[in-house]
């Protein structure tokens, strides 16, 4: 048996993965995120000990094909250095399998697994774009492009079933797509992007803003009157009740993101979607105005194969496609 470690970190948790060539997680495990790069990538180092050791305690003969990262921020093309992260204090430049390799040795894990394995570091989203093209919805798609609908709106382009990195690594930031110029917030730096419009946060006060023409929204009631409860969770619900005012939200975000997916499709004519992310839960609430938006905003002759697609992987996604990296 192969297995790799796949290793994806956000703001709050650091998630390790012992996963085969099939997609198979044997072992889980997870650390919180500290702040610090070097504590960050200490963490990583121990998480990844102790998985590497509990499969091969487990089965002896098993072969170890190295570690994937996925990390918050741009990554080089070499896949072993990470341009930036504003995300982790002190991440910037760093050459990660250099620093982690250095790590494990201390650890003592070079004795067990040699030093022959790779240690490859991969954008966060392309990382979950490869999870889905390997083992989910896109492991039939030879292109996609993967969105993902959370606290941000990430993205990760794939083309002949390999993640697209653009000139220098920093393809695929999807989410940065302005297409709202005369917009008077800006975003990340950016006016009326994606993100911008309808990042988690941003649905939740949209929401807000129109109970004044819906007093009696089903939200007020599944959230307990508590407004800084809301959530796309919430709001998904009272839609399942044919709540207008979530019928607004939802059609209003889908039509943001069909805005954005047909500007992608305009540009690189492809015409695969598969969309992750929590607040891609809304499902078809979402994709039907989507849909709509991109066939609105494409030439005619550019609608054939159009296809939405939820992503099938959940959270699983970013520590499968990392571990994929090695594979």
Known sequence: MKFGIGVDFGGTYIKFAAVSTVGEILLTHHLPTDANAERCLEQIAIGCSELIKKVIQANPSADFSGIGIGIPGPVNLDGLSSIHSDKIKGWQHLNVEVVLRDKLTTLGSATMIGNSFKILS???????????????????????VMITLGTGVGGGIIWNRK???????????????????????????????????????QISEFAKTLLSRYPHSKILELSEGNLDR???????????????????????VGTILGTGLANILSVLDIRKFIIGGGVSGAGEFIFEPARKA????????????????????????????SAALTF
């Not at 093209?133 to 030879?142: I, V, W």
């Not at 619900?237 to 019928?247: G, S």
């Open 230 to 252: 809301l959530e796309p969770k919430i709001l998904t619900e009272a839609a399942r009740f044919d709540d207008p005012l979530a019928l607004e939200v939802w059609t209003y």
């Open 294 to 321: 991109i066939l609105s905003y494409t030439l005619k002759e550019m609608h054939d194969d159009i296809e939405i697609l939820p992503a099938a992987l959940g959270n699983q996604a970013g520590v499968l496609g």
């Open 122 to 144: 991969e954008n966060d989203a392309n990382a979950a774009a490869l999870g889905e093209a390997f083992f989910g919805a896109g492991k039939n798609l030879h292109h996609f």
């Open 163 to 201: 993640v697209f990195r653009g000139a220098n690594g920093a393809a695929g930031e999807l989410g940065h797509i302005t297409i709202d110029y005369t917009s008077p917030t800006l975003y990340a730096g950016i006016r009326g992007s994606i993100e911008g419009k309808i990042g988690q946060k």
